[in-house]
């Protein structure tokens, strides 16, 4: 969503009323982000929407299980079907402007050093190429192993 790319803000007043920037928490971080998550789901826009009902629909569910507006490190994920560690974003147009796209991309390069694969889609790719961006997103699920009990118990991936 384009909220999911603000950073999270820093808390505290300097002297004069300023900010002044003092690190939140991991506790206070963590119940930020999912407060904000929570909103966030709320206020899905058009083309999250119409992304979210189609997924439901189309893509396969067995061993994939999507969450939407979801905290994922320090960020929150569109789109995360955590089994398969696969995010799908939904960028605005915004998303297009120089600054939004260094930090998309130091954003996608942080959730892929965490094992993560990001897919990103414009809003208008959603809205009017829905079968390709479908698709992407079905061949994504479907190339991904799923982790698999091992004869000990544990959750080695499948080869």
């Known amino acids: ?7 999270l803000p820093l808390a505290g007043r300097g002297r004069g009323g300023g900010m002044k920037p003092t690190k939140l928490s991991r506790q206070d971080t963590t119940a930020l982000q999912a407060s904000r998550a929570k909103a966030m789901r709320r206020e899905m826009t058009a083309p999250e ?5 189609e997924m439901r629909a189309r893509v396969p569910t067995t061993g994939t299980h999507f969450r939407r507006q979801v905290p994922v490190d320090r960020y929150i994920a569109d789109f995360c079907a955590f089994a398969l560690k696969l995010i799908v974003e939904v960028d605005g147009d915004q998303h297009g402007a120089d600054e939004a796209l260094v930090y998309d991309a130091t954003r996608t390069a ?9 897919l990103r889609f414009s809003n208008r790719d959603v809205m009017l190429e829905t079968e390709s961006v479908l698709d992407t997103i079905y061949a994504a699920v479907v190339a991904t192993p799923t982790p698999s009990p091992s004869p000990q118990g544990g959750g080695e991936q499948e080869a």
């Open 49 to 53: 929407k119409k992304l979210w009902r």
């Open 110 to 118: 942080r959730l892929e050093a965490l094992g993560y694969r990001v």
């Open 1 to 7: 969503a384009d909220i999911t790319h603000k950073p």
